[in-house]
């Protein structure tokens, strides 16, 4: 199957998370080099682009510290799983956002930071189906790579990934838990 063209950089900490399927949700703001409006999902299937980049154990949830580790090969990335978003939900308010904490891995005092940074009061969360390679991808990072963006354009690539890592059922539990926390 060819793959998409495009990765998404996330913590590999939370990469991890999601390819084992313990999580099922990113809380996303923006970054440093994102347009005004900040983050957008650009894309409904994508890679996961593990970063090292600002990794901070303050920022997860302790349960998921032992998921942190230093970059163990540099100048590579190793690309885990594809990634299909399910539900995307921009959420506006403070105590919806604080709903998200069970479904993901970021701590409540990291949910609220995203949530103000920039002075703009809101994330973004998307619900993804995740289906690990079947075939490890491995690529040099080159330098139009780096940076703090959140997609990265990877040209035509070929993977085979395959099933989610929760099955239907389970995601599609979570994803209605998800939409029901954020109703209040």
């Known amino acids: 199957m060819s793959a998409p063209a ?5 913590w590999d900490a939370q990469c991890s998370l999601l390819t084992s399927g313990e999580v099922s949700v990113l809380v996303r703001k923006g970054g440093i080099m994102e347009t005004h409006d900040g983050f957008e ?8 682009y ?3 980049l600002h990794q901070n154990p ?19 990335i190793h690309l885990p799983a594809l990634a299909e978003v399910v539900a995307v939900h921009k959420v506006e308010s403070l105590e919806a956002a604080r709903a998200l904490e ?15 940074y920039r ?21 040099e990072e080159t330098p139009d790579m780096l940076g703090c963006v959140s997609w990265v354009p990877l040209g035509e690539l070929d993977v085979t990934a ?3 890592v929760l099955d239907e059922a389970e995601l599609q539990a979570r994803a209605a838990g998800i939409e029901a926390g954020l109703r209040g």
Do not use: C, M, N, Y
Not at 41 to 48: D, I, Q
Not at 110 to 115: G, H, L, Q, V
């Open 6 to 10: 495009t990765a998404l950089k996330e």
């Open 41 to 48: 999902v650009e894309r409904r299937s994508f890679l996961l």
């Open 50 to 52: 593990p970063t090292f």
């Open 58 to 76: 303050a920022e997860l949830k302790p349960e998921h510290s032992a998921r942190l580790r230093p970059d163990p090969d540099p100048g590579r």
């Open 102 to 116: 069970p479904w993901q891995a970021l701590s409540a005092d990291a949910i609220e930071r995203k949530f103000h």
């Open 119 to 139: 002075g703009r009061p809101w994330v973004h969360a998307l619900v993804l189906r995740v289906r690990p390679l079947l075939q490890p991808l491995v690529l």
């Open 162 to 164: 395959g099933e989610g």
